[in-house]
Nanobody
Framework: QVQLVESGGGSVQAGGSLKLSCSASKHTYSTYCMGWFRQDPGKEREGVAAVNILYGTTYYADSVKGRFTISRDNAENTVYLQMNSLKPEDSAMYHC????????????????WGQGTQVTVSS
């Protein structure tokens, strides 16, 4: 059974930083794309960042460009999301996802999802 496990969420004040991690089973990690999505209750799930596992190409939502950085450690089967200059509107459940064919921020590109880690940013 493929698995993605997120960690690193928490509560911070506005302007602070958090680093999320997504550990993937080896089978999951033989994928083309890994991404981070977030969802607040009552809102649609939003693509935040994605990375092409083979070539390292990255994709970011406009709302996080310049503040968030996605990276991968292929040896550790792990993807990270460094979040700086956090804002209250960044508060959400953050989910890691894996896809096999395409890469980008479209949810349809991903077929494996983690349970999520909560990020709360206070003003």
């Amino acid at each position: 059974q493929v698995q993605l496990v997120e960690s690193g969420g928490g509560s911070v004040q506005a302007g602070g930083s958090l680093k999320l991690s997504c550990s993937a089973s080896k089978h999951t990690y033989s994928t083309y794309c890994m991404g981070w999505f977030r969802q607040d209750p009552g809102k649609e799930r939003e693509g935040v960042a994605a990375v092409n596992i083979l070539y390292g190409t990255t994709y970011y939502a406009d709302s996080v460009k310049g503040r968030f950085t996605i990276s991968r450690d292929n040896a550790e089967n792990t993807v990270y999301l460094q979040m700086n200059s956090l804002k209250p509107e960044d508060s959400a459940m953050y989910h890691c996802a894996a896809g096999r064919v395409h890469c980008g921020l479209a949810q349809d590109f991903f077929n494996t999802w983690g349970q999520g880690t909560q990020v709360t940013v206070s003003s």
